[in-house]
Nanobody, 131 residues
Framework: VQLVESGGGSVQTGGSLRLSCAAS????????IGWFRQAPGREREGIAC????????AYAESVKGRFTIAKDTDTKTVYLQMDHLQPEDTGVYYC?????????????????????????WGQGRQVTVSS
């Protein structure tokens, strides 16, 4: 699966940004998408995911109520709308795709296997929130 990200950028505290993740290729029946982020000096964190089969969504506690994940089925694009951004949201954001839902949602909920090999990764987009 090939994933191409767009969006992100710089914003002040309390602002909003949106990320996009367009999927193509592969032979998976379902392409479940998750968003991850990595801040300097910190481990990669799963923050949101969306089930391609039934639309289930999960969020990490750190972004719940502020971030929204959504899908455009026609364009196979998954969006991450980020509102009420804080400086601690700064980092590089990646989308990941996998045919299995379990490993993805487990990581977002904080009890997954960090070394799990996903079927595809986006190239990463920088998000910077200044105070």
């Amino acid at each position: 699966v090939q994933l191409v990200e767009s969006g992100g950028g710089s914003v002040q505290t309390g602002g909003s940004l949106r990320l996009s993740c367009a999927a193509s290729g592969g032979s998976l029946l379902y392409i479940h998408i998750g968003w991850f982020r990595q801040a300097p000096g910190r481990e990669r964190e799963g923050i949101a995911c969306l089930n391609d089969e039934d639309g289930r969504i999960a969020y990490a506690e750190s972004v719940k109520g502020r971030f929204t994940i959504a899908k455009d089925t026609d364009t196979k694009t998954v969006y991450l709308q980020m509102d009420h951004l804080q400086p601690e949201d700064t980092g590089v954001y990646y989308c990941a795709a996998d045919g299995a839902w379990g490993p993805l949602v487990d990581l977002v909920l904080g009890h997954g296997y960090p070394a799990y090999q996903f079927d595809g990764w986006g190239q990463g987009r920088q998000v910077t929130v200044s105070s």
